[in-house]
């Protein structure tokens, strides 16, 4: 779903739905879009028993209007000045934000390092997994890894297995190289993956975090 727009890399969207009855639901979404788009583009990841996502993804058309406050945030974003090399790690949807960081990198001149670690459970619930494909193969400013938690694609080297902090800092950026690093994903990812960055010597002030409801976690 695109909507007209400008934003800084990283940020959300809060999107109001009203019912005829009068009863309003309002989600945050994160931008998926780079900061300098015409377009804010959001992912939406449908949840049965929602009260928004269904309608989002099956009923909403083109020339529908919605409320929308923002985009919201400033800490959680990554800006083409920086000069550090980025490390972002993502839970699932979590990856959302951090395609926004990759995309307006990609646009822009910086040519500071990016690499991504994805923990998701299985190659079928990756999110833009084309683009990713495309961009690890051919950008130079871009490497991905991958952890798989519940199965792996044919011919993977290794088996599924959660994510250990051993394996998280053995696929990162290290801490020498002083990194600015972003997190996304459901509660106990992300302050699980943070915890281990601390006591693995990251400053806890480079370590930039955002979090959604949920209870999943290291699986």
């Known amino acids: 779903m695109r909507v007209s727009g400008g934003h800084l890399a990283g940020q959300h969207i809060d999107i109001r739905l009203t019912a005829e009855d009068g009863y309003t639901a309002i989600r945050s979404y994160s931008v ?12 939406v990841d449908e949840l049965p028993d929602g009260e928004v996502s269904p309608y989002l993804v099956r009923d909403l058309a083109v020339g529908d209007r919605l409320e929308v406050r923002g985009p919201v945030g400033g800490w959680f974003v990554w800006r083409p000045t920086s000069v550090n090399p980025v490390q972002l790690i993502g839970g699932g949807s979590g990856v959302v934000p951090l395609m926004s960081m990759i995309r307006a990198h990609e646009a822009s001149s910086n040519e500071s390092p990016f690499r991504l670690l994805y923990s998701l459970k299985s190659p079928d619930t990756a999110l833009y997994r084309d683009e990713l ?23 993977w080297p290794s088996k599924p297995s959660r994510l250990t902090r051993d394996t998280l800092l053995a696929r990162i950026v290290p801490v020498g190289e002083n990194p600015a690093v972003f997190v996304c994903g459901q509660t106990v990812f ?26 999943g976690g290291i699986q």
């Open 32 to 43: 998926a879009s780079a900061g300098e788009d015409q377009h804010l583009e959001i992912t």
């Open 190 to 215: 992300v302050e699980t993956v943070a915890d281990w960055l601390v006591t693995g010597g990251y400053p806890a002030g480079s370590i930039r975090t955002e979090r959604f409801g949920g209870t």
């Open 133 to 155: 494909r495309r961009l690890d193969r051919e950008s130079a400013k871009l490497t991905v890894d991958y952890v798989y938690t519940r199965s792996t694609p044919e011919g």
